[in-house]
């Protein structure tokens, strides 16, 4: 199967003082996709958008400061890093999630992770309930809470105190993108660890097993 994906809007660049000193860099991408004009019309819109949001503060809050503290000692040039990720495609879906994170001359940010799982005929964004039903939710957040224990008994993770409650408390079941063994579910960055990276659970199902469009 050919992918729906044959460009990408991209822009690498540096960003300098007025002594032409390196203040910021930023690499930045995000897919532009092929198919009938529903899915290209709303596909473009959406990415356009998270890459245009995301450049615009780049430039106006993360440059200004950069310009700002260029001038003192030890002075890091400051960064801005979005990517996407084609997480699963077949000819239904096309399913990616974008990562995007900051690094202040010190320290790199928590990602943040926005996700999409489109339906290529019909050109829209899916969400949980074409693949789920309502008596899902519970079945998953036992799932998750299994598997956290899993990962805490085996040594793998550490997670916050109380994370139970917090898996069933902070699920946004919005937060889901396609993978070739099923659906990739997750928390933000500092929600049920200290991790900078989000938390990610799979549960082992075909997606072609849960169409209902």
């Not at 050919?2 to 690498?12: D, F, G």
């Not at 991408?29 to 819109?45: L, R």
């Not at 995007?100 to 019909?122: I, M, N, P, Y």
């Not at 993978?179 to 200290?194: H, I, Q, T």
């Amino acid at each position: 199967m050919e992918s729906c994906i044959t460009r990408e809007r991209t822009l690498r660049k540096e960003y300098k003082d007025n002594d032409g000193r390196p203040v910021m860099l930023i690499n930045l991408s995000v897919p532009a996709v092929t198919g009938n004009d529903v899915f290209i019309q709303n596909a473009e819109k959406l990415y356009n958008g998270i890459f245009d949001g995301f450049l615009a503060y780049l430039e106006t809050k993360l440059y200004k400061k950069a310009l700002k503290e260029s001038a003192g000692e030890n002075f890091n040039p400051r960064g801005g890093v979005m990517k996407y990720t084609v997480s699963f495609e077949n000819s239904l879906f096309f399913s990616t999630f974008i990562d995007a994170s900051v690094f202040d001359g010190k320290t790199r940010s928590r990602v943040a992770r926005l996700s999409q799982v489109w339906s290529k005929s019909e050109g829209r964004l899916l969400n949980f309930y074409d693949f789920f039903t309502r008596n899902d939710r519970e079945r998953l957040i036992s799932l998750f809470i299994a598997e956290v224990n899993r990962r805490k008994t085996s040594g793998l993770s550490e997670y916050k105190k109380g994370v139970e409650n917090l898996i069933e408390s902070r699920g946004d079941f919005s937060k889901f993108y396609l993978v070739p063994n099923g659906y990739a579910f997750y928390y933000g960055p500092g929600e049920l660890s200290d991790s900078r990276l989000p938390e990610v659970f799979i549960t082992n199902y075909k997606a072609e097993k849960f169409i209902t469009k």
